[in-house]
């Protein structure tokens, strides 16, 4: 009798013990279904709210908001800066054309031409007043007295040359002399100090005019908001250092932003600036909570794989394998973070730009329009959950690792045509004169742009290089358009084709997919070539969705989900 409870009593603990697993392996797969689930069948399950769909649907729209607002004030600040260099080349600058000639505005052949343009300056300057239409004036320093101009002669120490051009004696050592005057002042530098321009072509090897201005932008008060006041420092330099008898002129301008002091404007202009600022500061709350509910759906995530792999390795002593870690590996959430902490650090600064407290526009549209790209990229995530819209993202991802490698052999081609390119054909071709405009100029013959005129803008004066440029271009275009290009095509086609095929056979099922519908055989995996574990690592984390039972409805949403 005592025989036979002891045994009751083992079948009870043995049946509870099993009994007790059971739930907590139906638990883990509840769980597991529930996380692959999309936000509607999220809904649809527990009646849980999609909040990480509905903040991201509301920071798309602000963002996208956010960007065209600071993209207009922009605009506005790029055109006065840009149109402001082309005053100022007009103004100061004689017989300027309106037009570079190339990376210099100007160039002259003789003395008197150097003299004239020297002048020229100081003369439109001394009558800057009276000649400007804008709200251009000289600068102040902090006491305010006007800032001079200075102009400053850089030469060899010692130079001189026999007539007959045979004897040269040179000291390489270059001497600065500098002198200031002041604005008002500077129509009469020429008489005042006729010593100090008598210049030594021979010796000359630049003139230096530099004198700073200020202006303001009026044109943002239209837009109800707030003027920016600049300072131009403006560098005029006469070129000399070929001494091949042609002097070319630069102008150079250093612009500063800041905030206008004792500035009193009626209007709007101030309370539009407010309520912009209330929207930042919202856009930036947004952006956090989206950036919390992530990274919270990233910790559960590891939670979750660590339930998972504890479990297998407990009742069946295996590990999970990598393609179902990488499942749980979400990369949108770290994208939708990495496009979060970005808008957050842009509108931090777009809401200084807006206080006047700083003037970096460039820096803060980047941080905005790189965000707002990321953001508009994430939308693909949720477009994954459907079939048909999944396509590019399982494509992309099935011939990355094939493209990437394909890419580092073919660029090692294309740096050696740029390398040769430039070494041979920039002294004669303008599209190679620097190392960037040849990579550029080759990327665009690679996809068929201004082919014709590439080739015809080489004149034949040398004729070794004018055949080398035809056996160079035509060489180049053959191998990278004919084979390169396409062999590029045929490994995203390839990878195309087979997601087709796999979208229509079935992907294979993993460990992941066969626990979520309940199957109990899970054998060790046989040893398989490198190809097919590329396949698999590349396609097995994007299945598409079946409808023949509620487990594989959600087996196969779980492999959508990224």
């Avoid at 004149?459 to 590029?488: G, H, Q």
Wanted: hydrophobic share 40%; net charge negative.
């Amino acid at each position: 009798m005592e025989l036979l409870v002891r045994y009751l009593e083992r079948s009870n603990s043995i049946s509870t013990a099993l009994t007790q697993d059971v739930i907590k392996e139906d638990n883990l797969r509840d769980d597991l279904r529930y996380y692959f689930m999309s936000p509607c069948e999220k809904y649809r399950a527990r009646r849980h709210l999609p909040w990480k769909l509905a903040v991201q649907i509301l920071k798309i729209v602000m963002i996208t908001t956010q960007l065209i607002l600071f993209g207009l004030s922009n605009q506005l600040v790029v055109a006065y800066k840009e149109e402001n260099m082309m005053v100022l080349k007009n103004l100061f600058l004689k017989d300027y054309s309106g037009v570079d000639e190339d990376d210099y505005s100007v160039a002259v052949y003789t003395q008197q031409s150097v003299y004239d343009s020297l002048f020229y300056v100081m003369d439109q300057y001394s009558q800057l007043g009276r000649l400007s239409v804008g709200s251009l004036s000289y600068g102040e320093d902090g006491d305010g007295n006007l800032l001079p101009l200075i102009v400053c002669k850089e030469y060899y120490r010692r130079g001189s040359e026999d007539p007959s051009g045979e004897a040269h004696d040179i000291d390489a050592q270059l001497e600065t002399d500098c002198m200031s005057h002041d604005p008002k002042t500077a129509s009469q530098w020429k008489t005042q100090n006729s010593s100090y321009f008598d210049l030594d072509f021979y010796r000359l090897v630049d003139i230096k005019v530099t004198f700073h201005l200020k202006g303001i932008n009026l044109q943002t008060v239209r837009y109800r908001e707030l003027p920016d006041c600049y300072s131009f420092y403006i560098t005029i330099i006469f070129d000399n250092q070929c001494h091949s008898g042609k002097v070319k002129l630069f102008l150079d301008i250093d612009v500063q932003s800041s905030a206008c002091q004792n500035w009193k404007i009626s209007g709007t202009a101030e309370k539009n600036t407010h309520y912009l600022l209330l929207f930042d500061g919202f856009v930036i709350i947004v952006c956090l909570t989206s950036a919390v509910l992530c990274t919270r759906s990233i910790v559960l995530a590891v939670r979750l794989l660590q339930r998972f792999s504890r479990f297998f390795r407990e009742n069946y002593n295996r590990k999970v394998c990598e393609d179902d870690q990488n499942e749980f590996l979400n990369g949108w959430y770290v994208l939708v973070i990495v496009s979060d902490l970005l808008a957050i650090i842009g509108s931090i600064l777009k809401v200084e730009i807006q206080a006047k407290s700083l003037t970096s526009y460039d820096v803060c549209s980047i941080f905005l329009g790189t965000s707002t790209l990321m953001v508009w990229v994430g939308v693909i995530r949720y477009l994954g959950y459907f079939q048909k819209y999944n396509v590019l993202i399982l494509t992309m991802k099935a011939a990355f690792p094939k493209v990437l490698r394909f890419c580092c052999c073919a660029g090692m081609i294309y740096l050696g045509y740029t390398f040769c390119g430039w070494i041979v054909l920039g002294p004669y071709h303008e599209k190679f004169e620097g190392l960037s405009r040849v990579a550029e100029c080759l990327f665009s013959l690679l996809n068929g742009d201004d082919m014709f005129t590439t080739f015809a803008q080489l004149k034949d004066k040398n004729t070794l290089v004018w055949l080398f440029s035809r056996a160079y271009l035509y060489s180049f275009i053959s191998l990278f358009i004919y084979m390169v290009l396409s062999l590029f095509i045929a490994l995203i086609t390839d990878a195309y084709e087979t997601i087709k095929r796999f979208q229509k056979d079935g992907f294979p099922p993993t460990d992941l997919q066969k626990f979520l519908r309940e199957q109990k055989d899970f054998p060790v995996a046989e040893e398989a070539s490198q190809t097919d574990m590329r396949i698999r690592s590349s396609l097995l984390c994007c299945c598409p969705k079946t409808r023949i039972r509620e487990e594989e409805d959600v087996a196969e949403n779980m492999t959508s989900h990224l």
